[in-house]
Nanobody, 126 residues
């Protein structure tokens, strides 16, 4: 069973950049499709980005496409979310998730992921 730990959150100004990390342990990293989700205060959890286990395909929510980039490093058992041009509406707790998957599969629904990290807070404010 894989364990996930996020890091890299913080308080930043609008139009700033931030990179989140999701370190995986206890499983075979390159057998898992991975995803990022976020939940703002008082709102439902929403999909942000997902990536296949072979790092070939990715998919993004429309609200972050062109600003955020998901990636993974199998040598470090770590997934990343590079966030550029941050907006106040990006403020949320960001969580990473994993599920065993075929090489070209990714998943956009939270209920498709059995493994979750604890989350990291991102606050975008001037």
């Amino acid at each position: 069973q894989v364990q996930l730990v996020e890091s890299g959150g913080g308080l930043v100004q609008p139009e700033s950049s931030l990179r989140l990390s999701c370190a995986a342990s206890g499983g075979t990293f390159n057998t898992y499709a991975m995803g990022w989700f976020r939940q703002a205060l008082g709102k439902e959890r929403e999909f942000v980005a997902t990536i296949t286990r072979d790092d070939v395909y990715a998919n993004y929510a429309g609200s972050v496409k062109g600003r955020f980039t998901i990636s993974r490093d199998s040598n470090k058992n770590t997934m990343y979310l590079q966030m550029n041009s941050l907006k106040p509406e990006d403020t949320a707790v960001y969580s990473c998730a994993a599920r065993p998957a075929a090489s070209n599969a990714y998943y956009l629904k939270a209920e498709d992921y059995p493994y979750w990290g604890q989350g990291t807070q991102v606050t975008v404010s001037s």
